[in-house]
């Protein structure tokens, strides 16, 4: 595992990366000069390497940017409020090394004070930015597609599919779905499915008994398995009605060890959100607490009460 930072002749270095590819090159970057990369991808191209770009589908890029060819995949990316950027700047070559810092990748780049960093063969971190780079695909594929629904109160509703827990022979369980508003927490109740064996079904659940020949492999292998779940849980949610989800939880507890020593007289949960469509990223949190019982309102503490016998 390497790491370098470069302040100056980014442009070079970057070039010069891009030709050592092999197998592929995913770029993700706000801004793109075509003039300077077009040539640059197209060359990789020819030599084989799998070229991905994903950039931000501002005016400069309209105007400058690299043209979208047959030789490479490129993607515009819209954001959900106007004035917000996809402002990344990261590039991730065969999977081993990525390149990430302020460095835009324009002509106007090289008169300011940039950087990037260069890191090589920390597959933990190539993960994630393959993860980002792959919900972003999935998130320019189905944006024209998304409409956000209002509460009453005004605020943003989403739709939450609740994974049970499974017991009993035919490891049971209760998918429901509700509707559930951003800024107050209100809830609605959409519907409920009866499940056996939904989890293995799914790929949540799995024996973890491979070897691995390198840990690029074993990378490799993770990465395609997640994004598996995704697309099971998504085939699953698309299967059941015409809800369309939003993002997957469940029900877990956020004191379990101290309710085991003893410290802490009862269970206290939260909704952890195991997916979330990107589209909704900005508003849909990574967990919701549970806001206290319910006695007269429909809140988060009804769907916890549903799940859990409290
Ligand atoms: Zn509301």
Partial sequence: MTSDVYFEDIEQEIIKLLHSSKVSVQICVAWINGKIFTPVLKEIAKKGVNVELIYDNNHSNIRHGVPSSPEYSSYAI?????????????????????INGSYNWSAKAKDSFENIVVIKNNFKLIKKFKTEFADLISYCHAFSTHKVAKCKCGSHLF?????????????ESRVEIWSVCVKNQH??????????????QLGLQYDLDEYYDSPKDEMQDEFKREREVIASLQQYFDSLSGTKIHAVGSVSPINHNEYMQGWEPDLNYEIYIRWRDMYFRKIIPESIPDDGYSFDEVNINSIISSQVEI
Avoid: P
Avoid at 78 to 98: P, Q, Y
Avoid at 159 to 171: A, P, R
Avoid at 187 to 200: C, N
């Fill in 159 to 171: 739709n939450l599919g609740v994974l049970g827990q499974e017991s009993g022979l035919y490891d």
């Fill in 78 to 98: 819209n954001t959900r409020l106007s004035g917000a950027f996809m402002h990344n700047k990261f590039c991730i070559i065969d999977d081993e090394i990525v």
């Fill in 187 to 200: 809830v609605k109740y959409v519907g409920e499915y009866h499940e056996q064996y939904l989890r293995t």
